[in-house]
């Protein structure tokens, strides 16, 4: 599997999800079938094979690590209104972190991987998906 490289620009909260006319062979293989949406409906979960290259996890795992640290990428244009632990709030607390794909670039590759998506838009059954937060 090749790995395109990023960042890739973000411009606007609502993502096409890429159809069948826009992956590869390889990336149709590796989406969801009838019988596992079929299964996704009843259960409301799916576990999906690999999907994902490894070098896009280790980058994805060294960008939560840079994040962790302090590092942001992109600042948002709010400061307040959602959870945003950073290290001056201690260690010895659950961190809950919004909008880290929109901070941190090596996440926000990792969240926008079309497979991602067309697995997403394959098991909601529609044309796209929007990003909230994660």
Known sequence: MVVPHYPLPITHALFPMPDAQHLNQELL?????AEDVAFYEEHGWYISQKVLAEEIIDEAI???????RGQRDTLLSISSGYSDWQPKDGYDVIRNNEFVSWQNKQLRFLALQPIIGAIASRLAKTKQIRALHN
Not at 62 to 68: I, T, V
């Open 29 to 33: 293989a590796l989406l969801p079938t």
């Open 62 to 68: 060294k960008g939560s690590e840079r994040y962790y």
